[in-house]
């Protein structure tokens, strides 16, 4: 079997993505780290990656190591195969990717030049310019969420999330150090405003308790034991209580995955009208 796409990251973003495409027929590959510290974890594929395998809105994702399991499963289709540390090359050669999709969404990180390595490109979020970084970009921005970008760069990371109950950038948490998180809470667990969550315990000193910003329930939260850094985004409330979305495929995530699979679907008919991907 040909014509696989590859998505990178297993957020809840980039699982939408897979979720979507898998939906439509397309032969998809998930690749992530072996520790990410995705927070909406009932949003994605992400715990496939510790705990062997994850559904999310009636999808399975499977971690699995080998090329021939890979295989197994694009034929099979009972599950999207994930894999875990395959560098970007390994990945699109052994498994001859044709599309190769940067959903890791780092916002605040330069995104790799990965135009070139596989017959389309595509890139989510800030930093990518199409035509240099990838060949399309999908924007993921509120104000122009899921519009293809086929040259120039998508909009620069800026203002707030979206308000939820009245609360938006106060919902999330963001390690304040760097260290090993530990957290004996899990998405769903009702919450109060400045109670013990977690701790993050650094290789040397003291380790940091980390607390509730408001009353609610846990949305999203890293997987205990998980390393993480300055600045990562740790812990979401969502201040809605019982009407809290904690699982299932998000708004945004949709609408984005939406607009993949239009670019792809375009260059498929426009760009190169003879390839079938299907």
Do not use: C
Not at 55 to 61: D, Q, S, T
Not at 103 to 130: C, D, H, N, S, Y
Not at 230 to 243: H, M, Q, W, Y
Request: proline fraction near 6%; hydrophobic fraction near 45%; glycine fraction near 8%.
């Amino acid at each position: 079997m040909h014509n696989r796409i590859a998505v990178l990251g297993a957020n809840d973003v980039a699982s939408a993505v897979a979720h979507r495409l898998f939906s439509e027929g397309y032969a998809v590959v998930i690749a992530e780290d072996r520790a990410p510290t995705t927070t909406r974890r009932r949003m994605a594929f992400t715990d496939a990656v510790f705990d062997g395998a994850a559904e999310l809105a009636g999808i399975v994702a499977q971690r699995v190591v080998t090329r021939a399991a890979v295989e197994h499963l694009l034929e099979s289709r009972r599950a999207i195969p994930l894999v875990v540390d395959w560098s970007v090359p390994t990945l699109v050669q052994v498994l001859d990717v044709t599309v190769l999709i940067d959903a890791r969404m780092r916002k605040r990180e330069q995104p790799e030049r990965l135009r070139g390595l596989a017959p389309l490109t595509i890139g989510l979020g800030p930093g990518f310019v199409a035509g240099d970084h990838v060949d399309v970009a999908i924007e993921t921005a509120w104000e122009r969420l899921g519009a293809i970008i086929w040259e120039g760069p998508t909009l620069p990371l800026a203002g707030e999330p979206r308000e939820i109950a009245g609360h938006s950038r106060d919902r999330f948490v963001y390690a304040p150090i760097t260290g090993r998180w530990q957290t004996e809470r899990d998405i769903g667990h009702a919450v109060h405003q400045h109670e013990p969550v977690a701790q993050i315990i650094p290789d040397t000193g003291e380790p940091y308790t980390i607390e509730a910003p408001l009353d609610g329930v846990i949305r999203g939260i890293t997987r205990s034991g998980v390393t993480v850094r300055t600045g990562t985004k740790v812990l979401e409330i969502d201040p809605r209580g019982a009407n809290a979305q904690i699982q299932g495929l998000g708004e945004r995530p949709m609408h984005i995955a939406e607009g993949v699979l239009a670019a792809i679907m375009v260059w498929q008919r426009q760009v190169n009208p003879t390839f079938v991907l299907r």
